[in-house]
């Protein structure tokens, strides 16, 4: 089992930097492939970014490419979303999520989820 707690996030202007945190229970962590997801307002949750048990990065939506980084401390059970270059429409409740064996862009595949954080970008 493991339990998934996000923080990081905040009010922040287009152009600006955030880096959210997801902090996981359990001493198996390193056994487990993570991923970052996102809900904007009215929309459904999306994928943004997974990372393989390995710490090789697998997918990134495209829609972040280029902006932002997932990496993860196996020693600290943490996992951490580099944000950059922040636009309005990456305003959203950020979700992380956790699987045994490989990682996947689909949220079906996750067993454990975190509770989300919010990030608001102005413009």
């Known amino acids: 089992q493991v339990q998934l707690v996000e923080s990081g996030g905040g009010l922040v202007q287009a152009g600006d930097s955030l880096r959210l945190s997801c902090a996981a229970s359990g001493r198996t962590f390193s056994s487990y492939s993570v991923a970052w997801f996102r809900q904007a307002p009215g929309k459904e949750r999306e994928f943004v970014t997974t990372l393989s048990r390995s710490g090789a990065v697998t997918y990134t939506a495209d829609s972040v490419k280029g902006r932002f980084t997932i990496s993860r401390d196996n020693a600290k059970n943490t996992v951490y979303l580099q944000m950059n270059s922040l636009k309005p429409e990456d305003t959203a409740v950020y979700y992380c999520?956790?699987?045994?064996?490989?990682?996947?862009?689909?949220?079906?595949?996750?067993?454990?989820w975190g509770q989300g954080t919010q990030v608001t970008v102005s413009s």
């Open positions: 999520a956790a699987k045994t064996s490989s990682s996947s862009m689909y949220e079906v595949d996750y067993y454990y």
